[in-house]
């Protein structure tokens, strides 16, 4: 069985500052990683994946995350952050075998 | 293309009441999965259909059902409803080819009011 956690339901930063968001996930198979965002009134929106390969992934909008098999981790950073990106984050965890299962989310909060 | 199509936006039901849920996915795609989110819960997965086959099956009562047609559209439908079932409905749709590293395309969701 596969698993996600979010350990941080909440992050408030100031604009212009970097973030990382949280994610961690157990898997006795290879994984497939996500991370969706949803702004206000709307649906999910898909930011950046892992499938395979590199381990440094790059999304929209400058996020960017980095899959760690070791620590199973897939944090989700940004350097900058801006008023827009204000929304509620989602980590994701699939595999060749198995449906897509999403984080309890964290809602990411930008003070100017 | 269009997006993900789900209808209607709001919905105020009462308790013991039944309730459709609409979802036209992306031309093309031929799985649709539908999701509750709820405040603190993130997304729970109800279910997820192809080629009006149901493919997977969350953890929820037998209240809540599915269905697709021929054209990939797809309704969601809950019975005898119940106070908690107060959410937001999402609707996705992908290709289906693949299985799980396939991105997922979501809709706007329904907002259910259960009073």
């Known amino acids: 069985a596969q698993s996600v956690t979010q350990l941080d339901s909440q992050v408030p930063v100031f604009e212009e500052a970097p973030v990382e968001l949280r994610c961690n996930y157990s898997?006795?198979?290879?994984?497939?990683l996500f991370w969706y965002v949803q702004y206000p009134n709307q649906g999910l929106q898909l930011l950046l994946k892992y499938l395979s390969g590199s381990t440094l992934v790059k999304g929209i909008n400058g996020f960017e995350a980095e899959f760690n098999k070791s620590q199973t981790s897939f944090h989700l950073r940004k350097p900058s952050v801006h008023i827009s990106d204000t929304a509620e984050y989602f980590c994701?965890?699939?595999?060749?075998?198995?449906?897509?299962?999403f984080g309890s989310g964290t809602r990411l909060s930008i003070r100017p | 293309k269009a997006g993900v199509t789900q209808t209607p936006r709001y919905l105020i039901k009462t308790r013991g009441q039944q309730v459709t849920l609409s979802c036209s996915p992306i031309?093309?795609?031929?799985?649709v999965s539908w999701y509750q989110q709820t405040p603190g819960q993130g997304l729970q997965f109800l279910f997820e259909y192809f080629s009006e086959t149901q493919r997977n099956k969350g953890n929820f009562p037998g209240r809540f059902s599915g269905r697709q047609f021929s054209n990939s559209r797809s309704e969601m439908n809950v019975s005898t409803l119940e106070l908690g079932d107060s959410a937001l409905y999402l609707c996705?749709?992908?290709?289906?080819?693949?299985?799980?590293?396939?991105?997922?395309?979501f809709g706007s969701g329904t907002q259910l009011s259960v009073l």
């Open positions: 994701a965890v699939s595999s060749s075998a198995s449906k897509i299962i």
């Open positions: 898997s006795s198979v290879s994984v497939y």
């Open positions: 031309s093309g795609h031929r799985s």
């Open positions: 996705a749709s992908s290709p289906g080819g693949g299985r799980g590293e396939e991105k997922l395309f």
